[in-house]
């Protein structure tokens, strides 16, 4: 066993509240938002900590196979597989993405992934394909066999939250496929998108936002982007053993300066996924400008599903120890960062508040 892997780091228990089940995420020092899948809760910190998710500020329910996020008073933006739109915190309607970005009226043009809006709240960020419909044109993908539909690149846009237009986009290399992801540096001067295929696994792209609309600084294969560490322009990157043919197998943290586009730091998680890790659930939560939170979870088949938590160095990558708590150590895999030093786990309906010791 390793120093890191033997070490502790202790844990003190803030809070527990009873909530619904769902994805909690930290939107500002006053409000929480729950994602319940098939709806969307804006929550007060106070009440939800007091009485749990019983006084929702705003609520939308999602249609199927809908996502979506709050915007800064409340209201909503949401995407489909063919729609973006936004509604007022009374669920009336305010905007919806212009025909004008389907080509030729082709509903062909899909969204990949979920939609975010910047830490200001002013944009929202979509990533969608483009179906190639003039057979002339090359494609750099054709989906579900030679007949499919043939795709170019995806496009990032960048969309106004009060009205809904169009105010920078950005063509990507190639299209996803599949799904693609965006994570927002916490003083919204860059946006880093990641897209997966079967193909070729993750391709990670990060951009500046400085006016203009985006502005591509620098891109990485193999890596999905999983935040920024606030104080600085370093994105956090994992690398998973996915099995890609030719390609050596790694579960990698990285760290890149989005500046010079340099890797400037990585660890081997090899280690800390030996006993009983699954790297598809490896995930790290920055907590502040000098450490983040990496969290591990369960194998697949693990009866008693209980993660682990590592606290890690923002510079070096390195655990300083696993994260000892007083209780209930199944604290679930996943993990919100709330600004001010504390963090929130679930399980089940069970919500924890932590603090380091």
């Known amino acids: ?149 043939r795709y170019g690149p995806d496009v990032l846009l960048l ?39 079967f193909w070729d696994s993750w391709i990670t792209y990060w951009m500046a936002l400085d006016g203009d609309g985006p502005r591509m600084l620098g891109r990485t294969t193999m890596e999905e982007a999983t935040g920024f560490l606030p104080g600085s322009g370093r994105l956090l990157t994992v690398r998973r053993a996915e099995g890609f043919g030719g390609v050596p197998e790694a579960d990698e943290l990285a760290a890149y300066d989005t500046e010079t586009s340099a890797r400037v730091a990585a660890y081997d998680l090899g280690d800390l996924l030996a006993d009983r890790g699954n790297p598809s659930l490896t995930h790290p939560y920055p907590l502040d400008a000098e450490r983040f939170i990496l969290s591990i979870g369960p194998r697949a088949g693990d009866a008693g599903g209980r993660g682990t938590h590592w606290l890690c160095d923002a510079d070096t990558l390195r655990p300083h120890g696993r994260l000892d708590y007083p209780e209930h150590a199944g604290a679930g895999h996943t993990v919100t960062p709330l600004d001010d030093g504390t963090w929130l786990t679930r399980r089940g309906r069970r919500v924890d508040r932590w603090a380091l010791a």
């Open 1 to 149: 066993m390793t120093d890191a892997r033997a070490r502790r780091v202790a844990v003190k228990h803030v809070a527990t509240v009873r909530a619904a089940r769902g994805m909690i995420h930290a939107m500002d020092d006053d409000r929480l938002l729950l994602d319940r899948v098939r709806s969307l809760e804006v929550h007060r910190r106070d009440t939800f900590f007091s009485l749990g998710a019983v006084r929702p500020l705003s609520r939308v329910e999602l249609p199927s196979v809908t996502r979506g996020t709050v915007t800064p008073d409340g209201g909503f933006v949401l995407c489909g597989e063919f729609r973006v739109w936004c509604l007022a915190p009374d669920g009336a309607a305010r905007w919806e993405l212009s025909e004008g970005i389907w080509p030729d009226g082709v509903r062909g043009d899909r969204v990949r992934g979920g939609v975010t809006v910047s830490p200001d709240g002013s944009l929202a960020a979509v990533v969608k394909s483009t179906l190639v419909t003039d057979p002339s044109l090359p494609a750099a993908r054709v989906g579900d066999g030679p007949e499919g539909p």
């Open 159 to 197: 969309l106004d939250t009060a009205t809904g237009e169009v105010v920078g986009r950005q063509a990507l290399d190639v299209p996803a496929l599949l799904t693609a992801g965006h994570v927002w540096h916490p003083d919204g001067s860059r946006i880093a998108v990641s897209c997966w295929d």
